[in-house]
């Protein structure tokens, strides 16, 4: 094998030993020495093809509800906006009905 130094050793086991045991990436779920993951995934083309396409179907299913979703908070928080400014209006307008009915208070008392 290959000369590693003692520092190295940890990056070397995970991401370059060829005699390092890896699982295939393909989503088999197979575990294999790192040197025989080439062939693994060649030799089972036809089942790592179907997974994949599984998995990425499986995720835009998800990604379409996430998508909804997000649509409908969207939509939920623009009606809050909505109702926050109409309160906000009616406060307001609260406000200017309080401050003209002390004005007419302190013109009575003079």
Same mark, same amino acid.
């Given at each position: 094998?290959?000369?590693?130094?003692?520092?190295?050793?940890?990056? !070397?086991? $995970?991401?370059?030993?060829?005699?390092?045991?890896?699982?295939?990436?393909?989503?088999?779920?197979?575990?294999?020495?790192? $040197?025989?993951?080439?062939? !693994?995934?060649?030799?089972?083309?036809?089942? !790592?093809?179907?997974?994949?396409?599984? !998995?990425?179907?499986?995720? #835009?299913?998800?990604?379409?509800?996430?998508?909804?979703?997000?649509?409908?908070?969207?939509?939920?928080?623009?009606?809050?906006?909505?109702?926050?400014?109409?309160?906000?209006?009616?406060?307001?307008?609260?406000?200017?009905?309080?401050?003209? #009915?002390?004005?007419?208070? $302190?013109?009575?008392?003079?």
């Amino acid at each position: 094998g290959q000369s590693v130094r003692r520092r190295e050793i940890p990056h !070397h086991a $995970e991401h370059i030993c060829p005699k390092s045991k890896v699982y295939c990436f393909a989503g088999c779920k197979g575990k294999m020495l790192r $040197e025989q993951l080439g062939g !693994h995934i060649l030799s089972n083309l036809g089942p !790592h093809l179907s997974s994949l396409v599984m !998995h990425l179907e499986m995720h #835009d299913a998800e990604n379409k509800r996430l998508r909804a979703r997000v649509e409908d908070q969207e939509r939920t928080m623009s009606e809050l906006a909505a109702t926050v400014e109409e309160l906000k209006g009616k406060i307001s307008a609260r406000d200017d009905e309080k401050n003209e #009915d002390e004005d007419e208070d $302190e013109d009575e008392d003079e």
